[in-house]
T-cell receptor
Framework: NAGVTQTPKFQVLKTGQSMTLQCAQDMNHEYMSWYRQDPGMGLRLIHYSVGAGITDQGEVPNGYNVSRSTTEDFPLRLLSAAPSQTSVYFC???????????FGDGTRLSIL | KQEVTQIPAALSVPEGENLVLNCSFTDSAIYNLQWFRQDPGKGLTSLLLIQSSQREQTSGRLNASLDKSSGRSTLYIAASQPGDSATYLCAVSGGGGSNYKLTFGKGTLLTVNP
């Protein structure tokens, strides 16, 4: 039972590069989301999805893109990396609204 | 906009003490409240989830209470152990947004000394 799997665990990018953070869950959860965690700011919601084909913006969506073509996968794309996007990124999923959310172990991203 | 505050920001106690962590939120129209634990370099682990209609939830040595009208929740940890050392995060859903979207506090860093 893998739960929520995020890859890669660590990544260093140069300003202007693009990349995709992967998130996969094997629990058949409908709801998936991406958060970033920064010192002094806590966790903030970037984008979320309530099912395949449905996505919406969270609190800090600028500079990020998502799509949800399958129930299992919810990738997060950085279009043109900026130093302000240096952060730890967490993916989460849950089955329904009254069930706990499950988090991955995070991707630590540094933008130089 | 929902805001979640956790007090204290850090807490250090000797092993065996009972302790209380506090969480407050500005919009009482929440759907549920969750307490999470985060170990250094790791993701979040859900400890307890309280629905808006509930007053408390218990799991082992943990008890979480919810007073929605006053915008407050407490996490009570009985007989603390060094293994309880971690950051504890409070998060609420609803409160003007989707019932799935969580708004987090900044956490309480707990250290339990042997």
């Amino acid at each position: 039972n893998a739960g929520v799997t995020q890859t890669p665990k660590f990544q260093v990018l140069k300003t202007g590069q693009s990349m995709t953070l992967q998130c996969a869950q094997d629990m058949n959860h409908e709801y998936m989301s991406w958060y970033r965690q920064d010192p002094g700011m806590g966790l903030r919601l970037i984008h979320y999805s309530v099912g395949a084909g449905i996505t919406d913006q969270g609190e800090v969506p600028n500079g990020y893109n998502v799509s949800r073509s399958t129930t299992e996968d919810f990738p997060l794309r950085l279009l043109s990396a900026a130093p302000s996007q240096t952060s730890v990124y967490f993916c989460a999923s849950s089955r329904v609204t009254n069930q706990p959310q499950h988090f991955g172990d995070g991707t630590r991203l540094s933008i130089l | 906009k929902q805001e979640v505050t956790q007090i204290p920001a850090a807490l250090s106690v000797p092993e065996g003490e009972n302790l209380v962590l506090n969480c407050s939120f500005t919009d009482s129209a929440i759907y549920n409240l969750q307490w999470f634990r985060q170990d250094p370099g790791k993701g979040l682990t859900s400890l307890l989830l309280i629905q808006s209609s509930q007053r408390e939830q218990t799991s082992g040595r943990l008890n979480a209470s919810l007073d929605k009208s006053s915008g407050r929740s407490t996490l009570y940890i009985a007989a603390s152990q060094p293994g309880d050392s971690a950051t504890y995060l409070c998060a609420v859903s609803g409160g003007g947004g989707s019932n799935y979207k969580l708004t987090f506090g900044k956490g309480t860093l707990l250290t339990v000394n042997p």
